[in-house]
């Protein structure tokens, strides 16, 4: 079966510090991979979405990016921190576009 | 841009009501999803309903998928403090991107 991991869980940063979040995923080749934002206790906003190694697409400018170094593994990065990209932070992944998508367990950024 | 609705927001009875959660649209989706989300953790897939008039159950949860595809209600009958959490809609929009739309979701407590 396929199973999806995000590390850290949490993480407390201080404004202008850099970010790595990491997302990885088991039991399944060429997945479509997703980041998404969840302010709280409400909907989440999709950031970046990848259908293969290298392909990034952006769906909101922001102060974030994305990469996809290999197959399996979508990482979320940041050169300086804001503020407002405090968040629950959410890895998907689906097997093609359009499909249903399944989620981690996600990522708890709090930037002081 | 396509939006979903949801309501109501926020919803607290006692343990054995049953409640209806409503996710609607003026746009048509080719699939919608609900998620159970608890504090801290990623949203959890319920159901995919994808045909126009589908009911499908899940135990106490009965979903059901608008005719025109723009609209979804889930209905919890006996509602139990283990149904306690965040209900969110999605649905793909028409681009094609595998983008998911989400409602704002719904916080249910139910109080023993």
């Known amino acids: 079966s396929q199973t999806i991991h995000q590390w850290p869980a949490t993480l407390v940063q201080p404004v202008g510090s850099p970010l790595s979040l990491e997302c990885t995923v088991e039991?399944?080749?060429?997945?479509?991979l997703y980041w998404y934002r969840q302010a709280a206790g409400r909907g989440l906003q999709l950031l970046f979405y990848?259908?293969?190694?290298?392909?990034i697409s952006s769906e909101v400018p922001q102060n974030l990016s994305a990469s996809r170094p290999q197959d399996r593994q979508f990482i979320l990065s940041s050169k300086k921190l804001l503020l407002s990209d405090s968040g629950f932070y959410l890895c998907?992944?689906?097997?093609?576009?359009?499909?249903?998508?399944?989620f981690g367990p996600g990522t708890r950024l709090t930037v002081l | 841009t396509q939006l979903l609705e949801q309501s109501p927001q926020f919803l607290s009875i006692q343990e054995g009501e049953n409640l209806t959660v409503y996710c609607n649209s003026s746009?048509?989706?080719?699939?919608l999803q609900w998620y159970r989300q608890e504090p801290g953790e990623g949203p959890v897939l319920l159901v995919t309903?994808?045909?126009?008039?589908e009911v499908k159950k899940l135990k106490r949860l009965t979903f059901q998928f608008g005719d025109a595809r723009k609209d979804s209600s889930l209905h919890i009958t006996a509602a139990q403090p283990g149904d306690t959490g965040l209900y969110l809609c999605?649905?793909?929009?028409?681009?094609?991107?595998?983008?998911?739309?989400f409602g704002q979701g719904t916080t249910l407590q139910v109080k023993p």
């Open positions: 998907a992944w689906s097997g093609r576009l359009g499909d249903t998508q399944y």
């Open positions: 039991g399944t080749s060429n997945p479509n």
């Open positions: 990848s259908v293969g190694i290298g392909q």
């Open positions: 746009s048509v989706f080719s699939s």
């Open positions: 309903v994808v045909t126009g008039g």
């Open positions: 999605a649905g793909h929009g028409s681009s094609n991107t595998g983008k998911l739309i």
